[in-house]
């Protein structure tokens, strides 16, 4: 799976794409992620202004359609797919597991991060990209927010994670819209605190019940509204 993302901000992706799980996933060849600064499409060659001032008005600056349009079309020249177009924008239909499922069977996303107000509609217009947010909050940039979409993506590529079968075991996986259950690991005790003894008895039907009793719980408790999710997928 090939990620191209455009940013004003190349630097900020350098210790991301290093980390271990992603690094080793693009060293395997299972996933490429090229990086693109917007500034290099700039028009403006002195400064390589890529915003200005809103029509009409208002606060703060915005990023001007012909940059990006420039820039998107000659990334998209860079390979022979296309690939999807997706804008980080907090306008955007929040992700959430079953997106992010959806977007892991794509060949080829080129992410667009916004800073500042936001772009010019006519970016919109022209690319109609898929707009995603990451959640009912403001962020600085989508920067950030296309990390979330890498990060949350990759580990549904096959062969990303050591064990296949873990992204699918997850909390919200499909299938499985519950929280996970406490896990414990040694040692059995510390300051009084002690490892609920049906993890000890070595009894895994018993201890089976007990994790699915305690997803339960937990999920009616923080995410009732889960339940009313059951079956989307
Ligand atoms: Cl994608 N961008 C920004 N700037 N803020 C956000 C977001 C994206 N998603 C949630 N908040």
């Known amino acids: 799976m090939r990620f191209d993302i455009i940013t004003l901000f190349p630097q900020i992706f350098a210790g991301y794409l290093t980390q271990s799980l992603l690094a080793k996933a693009i060293d395997r060849g299972l996933v ?19 915003d200005d001032k809103p029509y009409g008005g208002g606060p703060g600056m915005l990023i001007c359609v012909d940059p990006v349009v420039h820039c998107v079309e000659a990334v998209q020249q860079m390979s022979e797919k296309p690939g999807v177009v997706v804008m980080m924008t907090p306008q955007g239909d929040r992700l959430d597991q079953r997106r992010v499922e959806e977007i892991a069977r794509f060949e080829r996303m080129i992410l667009l991060c916004g800073r500042y107000e936001g772009f010019d509609q006519r970016v919109i217009d022209i690319l109609a990209p898929l707009e995603l947010s990451v959640g009912d ?4 940039g989508g920067e950030v927010a296309s990390m979330v979409v890498v990060d949350s993506t990759v580990r549904m ?27 414990y690991t040694r ?38 509204d889960l339940f009313d999710k059951e079956g989307d997928a």
């Open 137 to 140: 909050y403001v962020l600085n």
């Open 32 to 50: 490429e992620i090229h990086i693109h600064d917007l500034r290099e499409w700039s028009t403006d060659t002195k400064h390589h202004k890529i």
């Open 157 to 183: 590529i096959p062969g990303v994670l050591g064990d296949e079968q873990s992204s699918w075991d997850d909390s919200f996986s499909r299938g499985n819209r519950m929280l996970e259950f406490p896990q």
């Open 187 to 224: 040692p059995a005790e510390f300051r009084g605190h002690t490892v609920p003894d049906v993890l000890l008895s070595g009894d895994h039907k018993r201890i089976a019940n007990w994790r699915a009793e305690q997803s339960l719980n937990k999920t009616k408790l923080r995410r009732n």
